[in-house]
């Protein structure tokens, strides 16, 4: 469908937001190259989800400590402002006074992981090595992270990135969100079957949002609505976007639950959308404070067993669980890793168990097959879990569940095989079957091997 001129003016200025906002966070976050950013990360956004309205090259950027501002030639602005460990947000226009504070450099722990960053080969996987190393140079990926019966057993890096080099792990952040809810649970700071959640503007009489639980908003059930296009449509990045609006302008989480929309009762339908989490955002806010970014940082991930992931927020400090976080394939395996261990590894109970079985239960509306939304998103969902109970990834055992994020990220989980296989990358159209089959194949000729 053709798009009108003021149409096709609203993506290319909320292109260019969405591009100050990520190349902020390349450089101030993952402390990646400025060139590198624009001629990759930046063209694929514009391409994929501006549909090659704006060319990144047109963006005059000027670049100062922390901050990053864009422009083009109709005078168009956008700036973006780093704030140390809650990553980079856009800011308004009228807050001229906003400092930048880039993230501190974080260190290399050289203990083994899971509790450091140490890697030492293993003997007999040198054909899961190799798969690797290929899957890398013949695909868009960033990192591979693969861990066999609980030992990391395979790790590389394209050029540039690293254990330590966060990247934008996009909707994962929707499984690290039921992760959180599981140690909220197990600390017994929050019940997710409790109705209404904590969100004062819910709380009207007869207002259906005050029966929609947590565990309704982690499994897409709760009967949010949200203007979301299909992927590549010429809806995207337009002013009506909601879908991505956390990610191309500034944005109140508070403000946008207040006026969420609930087309039908919660349990009734599946729907793809991110509202849902962010409205876990500030459930999360609510429950622990204006300081929810400190203690989850500070306190939950690193229960969590997360070391070098990056929680960005809005204006008001709620962070955007719904894609906005920065992550490693070493944090996403240790994500895999605890739930393959019914969130006990080590032998720590950091989550329930029977929250862990909760998470990988198929939701009513998911199970029941009443869904809604992008036609590339309505396979078998637990709260917050992808399952393949389908079979839809075809080189994975039906028992496989997993995360997965825009451009190739994703946590993939094979009970069976007792394997993790973590990834981060910039695909266009990540093929995750080909890296499964290529791992699997690999792995049945390492244990002849040894």
Not at 292 to 301: A, E, I, P, R
Not at 408 to 429: F, M, N
Request: negative net charge; glycine residues 12%.
């Amino acid at each position: 469908m053709s798009r009108s001129v003021g149409e096709v003016a609203e993506r290319r200025r909320n292109a260019l937001g969405l591009c100050t906002k990520e190349l902020c966070s390349a450089l101030f976050v993952s402390g990646r190259r400025g060139s590198d950013v624009v001629e990759h990360d930046l063209r694929m956004l514009c391409t994929r989800l501006a549909g090659g309205v704006l060319d990144p090259d047109e963006i005059a950027f000027a670049v100062g400590p922390g901050i990053v501002v864009g422009a083009l030639s109709d005078g168009s602005r956008q700036r973006a402002v780093a704030s140390g460990d809650k990553g980079a947000a856009l800011v308004a226009s009228g807050r001229p006074d906003v400092s930048g504070r880039p993230l501190r450099a974080r260190e290399l722990d050289a203990r083994e992981w899971p509790r450091g960053d140490g890697f030492r080969a293993v003997a007999g996987y040198a054909p899961l090595h190799d798969a690797v190393r290929t899957h890398l140079a013949t695909s868009g990926g960033r990192g591979v992270a693969v861990v066999h019966r609980g030992v990391l057993v395979a790790q590389d890096f394209a050029p540039g990135f690293g254990p330590a080099v966060p990247t934008r792990g996009w909707e994962t952040a929707t499984t690290l969100t039921a992760l959180i809810v599981g140690r909220l649970v197990q600390l017994g700071l929050l019940d997710p079957e409790a109705a209404p959640v904590p969100i004062p503007a819910w709380h009207g009489d007869g207002d259906v949002r005050a029966d929609i639980s947590v565990l309704d908003l982690l499994g897409l059930q709760s009967g949010l609505s949200v203007t979301c296009s299909e992927d590549g449509s010429d809806d995207m990045l337009i002013d009506a976007d909601e879908y991505f609006a956390p990610y191309f302008r500034p944005v109140s989480v508070a403000q946008m639950m207040g006026v969420a929309r609930s087309t039908t009762s919660p349990g009734k339908t599946f729907s793809y959308k991110n509202i849902d989490h962010l409205a876990v955002s500030l459930t999360l806010r609510e429950i622990l404070g204006p300081d929810v970014h400190g203690f989850l940082s500070g306190t939950v991930l690193p229960a969590l067993g997360l070391r070098h992931s990056v929680l960005e927020t809005d204006a008001e400090g709620v962070p955007l669980l719904c894609g906005a976080w920065y992550t490693t394939p070493g944090d996403l395996a240790r994500m895999g890793a605890l739930l393959l261990a019914r969130g006990r590894p080590a032998g720590e109970q950091v989550l329930p168990g029977a929250w862990v079985d909760t998470m990988l239960t198929e939701s009513e509306a998911s199970g029941a097959g009443r869904t809604e939304g992008p036609s590339a998103m309505c396979h078998p969902y637990g709260a917050s879990v992808w399952l393949n109970r389908d079979g839809h990834l075809a080189a994975a055992p039906r028992r496989t569940f997993y995360a997965l994020g825009s451009f190739g990220q994703a946590v993939l989980v094979l009970p069976e095989q007792d394997l993790v296989i973590a990834r981060t990358g910039l695909d266009h159209t990540p093929d995750h079957n080909r890296l499964i089959g290529a791992v699997l194949t690999a792995l049945s000729l390492c244990e002849v091997s040894r």
